[in-house]
């Protein structure tokens, strides 16, 4: 975000600048106790400069450029605030949010410096640490000096980032957002995460993070929305989980999970998603022994969970709009108890062992938009009414179930599902 373009644009801006400077102190002198006027606290200011130039080389020149940061010549990507008539640093964003900002350096490093910023509530380093020539950690040291500041962080897209997270971001306490999304980070998820009470939300999806969920993020209680996708995470859910009860999105798509989804979860009575796809989840459907009418989007997709669809109680996720339970070696029928799912719009069945016939009455799901069972054993005629075919179109997937047919009537033939055989009489 940080627009330094026209960096060297030589000396007439700055003069320019700095008699602007001067008018603003004119002005700002009548104007007693107006924040406008605050002057900057010399440390506060040279750990500014001191911090950018370590992101973006040292060729930038920040007292030279930018004589008043949080004043007459502020700096794209930074705010400030002010604090007992002195201005601070709040918001700190460094990387390439435009096409326009400055690329990070090559051989960038977190100054000492940047700890040094006394009131810093945001930091934000944006697809900046790319190609660095030397792997380059976050290092543990140093984040206590933020623990009573700083409420969000957040590394986005910043593949070169690689190493651990530090054990130290759990005494970051006035933590709300936690965002490290698409970096090079591994090893284990610190259990002092579980300490940040505050913490609204947390993201750590797109890395190469490994081990289990520690016990500890179940007592987050305010969290809103946890995203561990696309990972490496393995071990089973935690039953400390159903401790989340602010919950919106919980998604752990894409890791190696394992065991049962423990039904502890249907005690997160806000959640509107919940994405285990992709992991190795087992053990059938059985979770929602409670009712969990907020749940919108049901995803669990690839998983070897096996089991059937008429062990699980509908009736508790009345609310589902998405439902997706591909891929996961169910069997049996399907049964009528899913047309109490009203406001579905998607249900994808795809490869499982389904049997049985497909009930015309899933036509009377009004807002059902997209229904995939291609891959299963479904059997006999289809007898949807035309105009189901008609507004559903290729979104209604039935091919690949040997024993399915479509009965060929006289004004019906343009309707048959693709893939789909005719009835032999
Ligand atoms: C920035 O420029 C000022 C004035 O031109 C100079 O005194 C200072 O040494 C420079 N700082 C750096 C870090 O290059
Ligand atoms: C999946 O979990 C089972 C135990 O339920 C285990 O035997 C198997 O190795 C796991 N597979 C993968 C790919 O992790
Ligand atoms: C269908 O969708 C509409 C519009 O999104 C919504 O108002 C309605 O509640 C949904 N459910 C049913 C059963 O029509
Ligand atoms: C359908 O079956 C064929 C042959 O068994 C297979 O090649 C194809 O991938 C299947 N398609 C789907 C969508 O399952
Ligand atoms: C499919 O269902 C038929 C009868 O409903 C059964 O005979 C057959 O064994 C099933 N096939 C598979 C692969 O499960």
């Known amino acids: 975000m940080m627009d330094l373009s026209g960096r060297r644009d030589g000396y007439f801006i700055i003069v320019m600048v700095m008699m602007f400077a001067l008018i603003g102190m004119c002005v700002n002198g009548e104007n007693n106790g107006d924040s406008v006027g605050a002057p900057m606290v010399k440390t506060e200011q040279q750990a500014l400069y001191s911090a950018i130039q ?22 794209q990507g930074v705010s400030c605030d002010v604090f007992d008539g002195f201005w601070y640093v709040t918001e700190l964003t460094i990387g390439q949010v435009h096409d326009n ?25 944006f697809n900046c640490i790319i190609s660095p020539k030397g792997p380059i950690s976050i290092q543990s040291a140093n984040w206590d000096s933020f623990s009573s500041t700083l409420e ?6 910043n593949p070169g980032l690689t190493g651990q997270i530090p054990t130290s971001f759990g005494n970051l306490k006035k933590l709300q957002s936690l965002v490290l999304i698409d970096n090079g980070l591994s090893g284990g998820l610190p259990a002092s995460i579980g300490k940040l009470t505050q913490l609204k939300r947390l993201v750590l999806s797109g890395n190469l993070l490994t081990g289990k969920i520690p016990e500890s993020y179940g007592y987050l209680s305010e969290l809103l929305i946890m995203d561990l996708s696309r990972n490496s995470l393995s071990g089973s859910l935690p039953l400390t989980f159903g401790g989340l009860t602010s919950l919106l999105k919980f998604d752990l798509s894409k890791n190696h999970i394992e065991g049962e989804i423990p039904s502890e979860i249907s005690n997160l ?17 059985t979770f929602a022994s409670q009712e969990m009418s907020s749940l919108e989007e049901l995803i669990l997709s690839s998983n070897p ?16 709009m998405v439902l997706d339970l591909s891929n996961m070696g169910l069997t049996g029928v399907i049964p009528e108890s899913i047309l ?33 069972a291609n891959g299963n054993n479904l059997t ?43 009835c032999r009489d």
């Not at 389904?354 to 229904?371: D, I, M, Q, V, Y």
């Not at 507004?391 to 047919?405: E, I, Q, W």
């Open 305 to 320: 969970t096996s089991g059937d669809l008429m062990s699980f109680n509908w009736q508790n996720v009345y609310g589902l």
């Open 269 to 285: 009575k806000k959640l509107t998603l919940l994405d285990l796809s992709n992991n190795n989840i087992s053990g059938g459907l």
């Open 380 to 422: 006999g005629e289809l007898k949807f009414p035309r105009e189901f075919y008609m507004k559903m179109g290729r979104r209604f997937g039935v091919r690949n179930n040997s024993n399915l047919c479509f009965p060929v009537g006289k004004s019906s033939s343009s309707v048959r599902p693709f893939g789909v055989k005719v």
């Open 101 to 125: 900002s400055l690329p990070c350096a090559q051989n960038l490093q977190f100054q000492p410096q940047l700890f040094k910023l006394q009131h810093l509530k945001s930091l934000s380093i």
């Open 340 to 372: 109490s799912l009203k406001n579905l719009r998607f249900l994808g069945l795809n490869n499982n062992k389904l049997s049985g016939n497909l009930s015309p009455k899933l036509g009377e799901l009004r807002n059902l938009t997209a229904f995939y």
């Open 152 to 157: 969000s962080l957040e590394f986005r897209a």
């Open 54 to 75: 370590g992101f973006v080389g040292k060729w930038w020149n920040g007292s030279d450029l930018y004589p008043d940061p949080c004043g007459w010549t502020p700096i």
